[in-house]
């Protein structure tokens, strides 16, 4: 399997403003902390662990959103972070991020067809009737009503506003995607939708997936395998069978598996 994704020893350090910190040193956070992991194409992995751990900064690295401190990305065979434009031109087309927060993430300004109508123009050459084809073919493919076009994010239900969301990103069909908390902010009924929608573009579109959450369930209905970060480490890299079995390794794990199944019983 060619290993899309590639991590070696990654870190990232934030340095937090000066008057919080009381002595030398406080003022580092070790964001992510020497992680090197490899995602073949085509897989769907989870990257799940609490509020805190690094889970949207290791996604932002591999977008090529942030820099690392140490270490290397490589993308499908090329250093992300070498300094050609180039390579970040091409990154850009082929890794897309979905982000946690829907309303920092749609322009509010922009109608529906404007928001999908932004990357055609920017990444492809495409005439203006053959980008009003595609924004359309993708409002089906997300299983929106083509009226939505003209609508503006605000009209837009959460469930809505997400679909717009993933529309976006694949409107030029990336070769990675990687969602952060997609469903975290939706109701369980719309949040089974969504994940049904992820499922069936991961099998139309035939794409490497990496999909954030601090929920393990969810994890299990779209992922092959999962990654269970802590501290900004990987404490856990196991086939997905290992959650459904409960024999996940490492004992943070388990704790989140026990905590997932105390809210299933409820
Ligand atoms: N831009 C930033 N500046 C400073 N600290 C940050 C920044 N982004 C994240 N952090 C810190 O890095 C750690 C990991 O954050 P994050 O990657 O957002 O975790 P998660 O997505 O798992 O909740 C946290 O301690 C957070 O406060
Ligand atoms: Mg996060």
Aim: proline share 4%; net charge positive.
């Amino acid at each position: 399997m060619n290993q899309i994704i590639k991590l070696q020893n990654i870190i990232k350090l934030f340095h937090r403003k000066r008057w919080l910190s009381l002595n030398e040193g406080e003022g580092v956070v070790r964001a992510v902390d020497d992680v090197s992991i490899a995602i073949g194409e085509g897989e769907s992995v989870g990257l799940a662990g609490e509020s805190g751990c690094g889970k949207t900064t290791l996604g932002r690295l591999i977008a090529g959103l942030y820099e690392p401190t140490g270490g290397t990305v490589t993308i499908n065979g090329r250093n992300i972070n070498d300094g050609s434009t180039q390579v970040r031109r091409l990154l850009r087309t082929e890794c897309r991020m979905i982000f946690q927060n829907l309303d920092a993430a749609l322009n509010p300004f922009m109608t529906v067809e404007q928001i999908l109508d932004e990357p055609l123009k920017i990444h492809t050459k495409k005439s203006k009737s053959d980008r009003r084809k595609r924004i359309l073919e993708v409002l089906e493919l997300v299983n929106l009503p083509v009226a939505f076009k003209n609508e503006y994010p605000h009209t837009l239900s959460g469930g809505e506003k997400r679909r717009v969301s993933v529309a976006r990103a694949i409107v030029v069909p990336p070769k990675i995607l990687i969602a952060d908390e997609p469903v975290s902010a939706l109701d369980v009924s719309i949040r089974a939708q969504i994940i049904d929608l992820f499922q069936h573009l991961r099998e139309e579109l035939n794409l490497t997936m990496l999909f954030i959450s601090h929920d393990l369930g969810v994890l299990n209905d779209v992922c092959d395998r999962i990654l269970v970060m802590y501290n900004g480490k990987i404490v856990e890299d196991a086939p997905i069978d290992k959650l459904r079995s409960r024999t996940l390794e490492h004992p943070y794990s388990r704790r989140l598996t026990e905590s997932v199944l105390q809210i299933k019983v409820e």
